[in-house]
């Protein structure tokens, strides 16, 4: 899911901005930072890769990043880079709404996401997924096409494996 979130952001200007030195830029790309749960100690970390188009190209990264970071347990082993968006995981609730508060949002034009935990309703796989988006930069109309992209992508998965 992180890779075909990935792929559908970076398909859509309007979650690829941010302030830099009082500027409105668009980035190239963004890379996600997510979290990874530390079993042991109920902690976590926040870790990034960078994005790639190549499904395994993206998941080899993943994996070296995690292997990486396996045993450090900052929340953030390394800094996150500037062009970034944030993934994090409620994968033993399915929710219908969740909210994050995020201080001093008043410039931080990153969006976030939180995925729930999927069930499955006849033949389909459903999972919750919350948008939170600066107003400054996104409106409904662009999560609405997020939300479409994503969709399709999950629908073609096995079309990248």
Excluded at 21 to 37: A, F, H, K, N
Excluded at 126 to 144: K, N, R, S, T
Aim: proline fraction near 5%; charge should be negative.
């Amino acid at each position: 899911m992180i890779y075909l979130l990935s792929q559908a952001v970076n398909q859509h200007p309007a979650f690829k901005m941010s302030m830099k030195e009082g500027e409105l830029i668009l980035w190239d790309r963004v890379d996600p930072v997510y979290t990874v749960l530390h079993q042991d100690t109920e902690t976590f970390s926040a870790l990034s890769v960078p994005y790639s188009d190549s499904f395994m190209d993206f998941i080899d990264s993943y994996n070296q990043v995690l292997q990486k970071n396996e045993n450090n347990r900052s929340f953030f082993p390394e800094q996150a880079p500037q062009n970034h968006f944030n993934i994090s995981a409620l994968p033993w609730i399915h929710f219908e709404s969740f909210n994050l508060n995020i201080a001093d949002f008043t410039d931080y034009f990153a969006p976030s996401f939180t995925f729930g935990k999927y069930q499955t309703e006849g033949n389909k796989t459903l999972m919750p997924l919350a948008i939170q988006v600066h107003h400054a930069v996104c409106d409904g109309i662009h999560v609405a096409k997020l939300i479409d992209t994503l969709q399709q992508a999950c629908t073609t998965i096995k079309t990248l494996i």
